[in-house]
Antibody, heavy 122, light 107 residues
Framework: EVQLVESGGGLGQPGGSRRLSCAASGFTFSNYAMSWVRQAPGKGLEWVAGIGGSGGSTYYADSVRGRFTISRDNSKDTLYLQMNSLRVEDTAVYYCAKGNHIVVVAVYSDYWGQGTLVTVSS | ERVMTQSPATLSVSPGERATLSCRASQSVSSLLAWYQQRPGQAPRLLIY???TRATGIPARFSGSGSGTEFTLTISSLQSEDFAVYYCQQYNNWPFSFGPGTKVDIK
């Protein structure tokens, strides 16, 4: 059974940093692209970042490019999102999502974690 | 960036009735379109990919159609568990943009 468990959410201040993790199980992690998708309170879904199975290819939404970094450790079956220079508008539930194949192009998400809430406020 | 729009924003349907949801892309996304269902307090769940292929375990009452810029999700006979928000998402071009969602509620 595919499982994705996010952690690292919490309250942070504007300008601060936070690192999210997503522990994966139930599939060969390195064979699949992974993504982070967020949802602000009461709002819709926003694709944040994606990474290929080998970690060599990464893509970012314009809203986070230069501030957020997606990475993965295939030896630990774990996906990360390093969030720097946090803004109030980054407040959201952050979901980890598994892609349907190894590359991060033309990929949809077939499994999602339950999400972790990041709140940015002074 | 492909901008996705969905209509209507809210659809009120009685149990057992048919629901038709629309999704439009600002430029062609070929058939690289997915539909997700999100129930309150839950993560999104994949329903349809490649515009018309049902994901594993998804009931046959869900069907998708379309290509290019116009897409449709049809729920043939609404069950109580189908009242939720539905999002379309294109994965033809990065960033893989979502539509704003259609809320299906009980009439």
């Amino acid at each position: 059974e595919v499982q994705l468990v996010e952690s690292g959410g919490g309250l942070g201040q504007p300008g601060g940093s936070r690192r999210l993790s997503c522990a994966a199980s139930g599939f060969t992690f390195s064979n699949y692209a992974m993504s982070w998708v967020r949802q602000a309170p009461g709002k819709g879904l926003e694709w944040v970042a994606g990474i290929g199975g080998s970690g060599g290819s990464t893509y970012y939404a314009d809203s986070v490019r230069g501030r957020f970094t997606i990475s993965r450790d295939n030896s630990k079956d774990t996906l990360y999102l390093q969030m720097n220079s946090l803004r109030v508008e980054d407040t959201a539930v952050y979901y980890c999502a598994k892609g349907n194949h190894i590359v991060v192009v033309a990929v949809y998400s077939d499994y999602w974690g339950q999400g972790t809430l990041v709140t940015v406020s002074s | 960036e492909r901008v996705m729009t969905q209509s209507p924003a809210t659809l009120s349907v009685s149990p057992g009735e048919r629901a038709t949801l629309s999704c439009r892309a600002s430029q062609s996304v070929s058939s690289l379109l997915a539909w997700y269902q999100q129930r309150p307090g839950q993560a999104p769940r994949l329903l349809i990919y490649d515009a018309s292929t049902r994901a594993t375990g998804i009931p046959a009452r869900f069907s998708g159609s379309g290509s290019g810029t116009e897409f449709t999700l049809t729920i043939s006979s609404l069950q109580s568990e189908d009242f939720a928000v539905y999002y379309c998402q294109q994965y033809n071009n990065w960033p893989f943009s979502f539509g704003p969602g259609t809320k299906v509620d009980i009439k």
